[in-house]
């Protein structure tokens, strides 16, 4: 599975080979399709065995549990084992179908007409949506998508930190935006989003972008992440707006003056009106009057030196 050779620094002479798997990724996927292997078969012969003791000899439920369990283990195996397989064909997986489609698509048109017929076919096919904005840009932005998938994970294999298994984060999907593309990505075990935080610019640098962030795609999952990748900016152009469309162009226009903004205010600018309080002097005091009887009038609840204004 495994193509590649040691590399030779300061430019020594190679075998010529070529490095599809790491040797790192290879021996981890090794090991973890052994431990699959032994787990699988032991777990799914001892249930069968179980599962089959009830209606035959113990002896005989071990053997069938066991002709169950070890293929079930080949099998997981495999899976495991060409893990990094199927990964590197998940990567190319659009470029291989558009290939075999159009190499299919060729074919059967090459057989079933003539020279002339089938060029001016390809023609029509390859310039009629190329010579459409629309259709160009539709196609263009798509192709966008397949570019940065590779970018990110050249990215990833470059300077971003893989787990100790030598396993880089899973591009999941992509698609246009008005300003970009938008990528999803699944992070493998030991790794999380500081990692990538950090490095956003060289990310920018190597997609061949103005500006990327990076979110968490879902609340409950932090593995899931979402990309965005800007190269434009949508703000900043202008939107054709069909209310233009409306105004009646003889409806007559009436000159104002311009108005003056004020861009600053100066509090010692503002006029404030002056608040005079009234002066309050102590009242006067009276000769306490006498009773019709004679007798003393009764004492008063506040004393002749208290200030009204102390209790306002």
Excluded at 27 to 51: D, E, K, W
Aim: glycine share 6%; proline share 8%; aromatic share 6%.
């Amino acid at each position: 599975m495994s193509k590649s050779s040691p590399r030779r620094p300061f430019g020594g002479k190679s075998s010529g080979t070529v490095t599809v798997i790491e040797a790192k990724v290879h021996r981890s996927s090794a090991r973890n399709a052994r431990l699959a292997f032994i787990l699988t078969a032991v777990i799914v012969g001892l249930l069968a065995a179980v599962v089959a003791a009830s209606s035959m000899h113990p002896i005989l439920a071990l053997i069938v549990g066991a002709l169950i369990g070890v293929p079930a283990g080949g099998i997981v195996w495999v899976l495991v084992r060409i893990w990094p397989v199927l990964r590197l064909l998940w990567w190319w997986l659009p470029e291989i179908g558009i290939t075999t489609l159009l190499g299919i698509g060729w074919t059967q048109l090459a057989n079933h007409t003539s020279g002339p017929v089938t060029f001016l076919v390809v023609a029509l096919v390859v310039g009629v949506p190329a010579a459409i904005p629309a259709s160009r840009r539709f196609i263009l932005a798509w192709a966008m998508c397949l570019f940065v998938r590779h970018r990110l994970r050249v990215c990833f294999a470059q300077f971003i930190i893989a787990n100790q298994s030598g396993s880089l984060p899973l591009i999941l999907w992509a698609r246009p935006t008005p300003v970009g593309e938008r990528v999803w990505i699944y992070l493998r075990p030991g790794l999380s989003a500081k990692d990538l935080e950090g490095r956003l610019n060289k990310i920018a640098v190597a997609c061949h972008a103005s500006t990327v962030l990076v979110e968490r795609a879902s609340e409950s999952n932090a593995a899931y992440l979402r990309f965005d990748i800007k190269r434009r900016e949508v703000l900043t152009a202008n939107v054709a707006s069909p209310l233009v469309d409306v105004i009646d162009p003889t409806t007559p226009t009436v000159e104002q003056a311009p108005l003056t903004v004020p861009t600053a205010l100066d509090l010692p600018d503002v006029d404030v009106p002056t608040i005079t309080l009234p002066a309050q002097g102590k009242p006067a005091t009276k000769k306490p009057a006498s009773t019709a009887n004679g007798g003393k009038p009764a004492a008063s609840s506040s004393t002749p030196e208290d200030d009204l204004s102390d209790w306002i």
